[in-house]
């Protein structure tokens, strides 16, 4: 019996220890607010890691004459699905380098749904309502995730390393919206803090 409780012990601490590896990233404009929806990637130094999945779950809603949510990231091969929620016609379009696609006029219970095979950023606009505009960050980073609404993101997994940090934000005032940072992390949940100037008055504070 004392056997197996040790062994027991010893599982849990293992599952413990394993679930604890990874680190956290706060993004902050320069007057120390938080910035949600912001992606996060996470490329360790001299390791070869797959790219995470395809994800088919993924929804950009039109609502209330808004694209929601205004930031969204995918893993590159994904299929994203364009929901309209409004009572009025949306046609959805992109002429990124990364993916151009034309959706045209679709209504409620007409989702349209586009796959994105290729790394990149798509804007996606509304040829009906020029006000509408998102922005897809598709990665193929081994790590890939976005900030909540504390600024918060969690590279969950990562190994005790260096490697380079990228923060993408549509607003964020970087070139190419983006801010490169190498990084070394013992891989017990360190923290990482990424500050920048960020544009507003596009979007909702909610969004940014």
């Known amino acids: 019996m004392r056997?197996?409780?040790?062994?027991?012990?010893?599982?849990c601490w293992a599952a413990s220890n394993a679930s604890a590896e990874g680190?956290?990233?706060?993004?902050?404009?320069?007057?120390?607010?938080p910035v949600s929806g912001a992606v996060v990637t996470y490329v360790p130094?001299?390791?070869?890691?797959?790219?995470?999945?395809?994800d088919d779950s993924i929804i950009i809603s039109?609502?209330?004459?808004?694209?929601?949510?205004?930031?969204?990231?995918a893993p590159v091969g994904s299929t994203i699905s364009f929901r309209n929620d409004d009572t009025v016609l949306h046609h959805v379009f992109s002429f990124s380098k990364a993916m151009r696609f034309d959706l045209k006029l679709f209504g409620q219970n007409e989702?349209?749904?586009?796959?994105?095979?290729?790394?990149?950023?798509?804007t996606v606009g509304c040829n009906i309502h020029d006000g509408m505009i998102a922005h897809i960050f598709l990665s193929d980073a081994p790590f890939a995730i976005q900030t909540d609404e504390d600024g918060i993101a969690l590279i969950e997994g990562a190994p005790a390393s260096s490697?380079?940090?990228m923060v993408w934000?549509?607003?964020?005032?970087?070139?190419?919206?983006r801010l490169y940072?190498?990084?070394?992390?013992?891989?017990?949940?360190?923290?990482?803090?990424?500050?920048?100037?960020?544009?507003k008055g596009i979007k909702r504070s909610s969004d940014y």
Do not use: W
């Open 111 to 122: 989702p349209q749904s586009v796959t994105f095979e290729h790394p990149g950023i798509v």
């Open 23 to 33: 680190f956290y990233v706060v993004v902050e404009d320069d007057r120390g607010n």
């Open 163 to 165: 490697g380079q940090l």
């Open 62 to 73: 039109q609502k209330n004459l808004e694209f929601q949510p205004f930031t969204t990231l």
């Open 3 to 11: 056997f197996l409780l040790l062994i027991g012990m010893f599982v």
């Open 45 to 54: 130094k001299d390791m070869t890691l797959a790219s995470p999945g395809e």
């Open 181 to 199: 940072q190498t990084v070394s992390i013992s891989g017990d949940m360190d923290q990482v803090t990424v500050s920048s100037k960020f544009r």
């Open 169 to 177: 934000h549509p607003l964020m005032r970087k070139r190419d919206n």
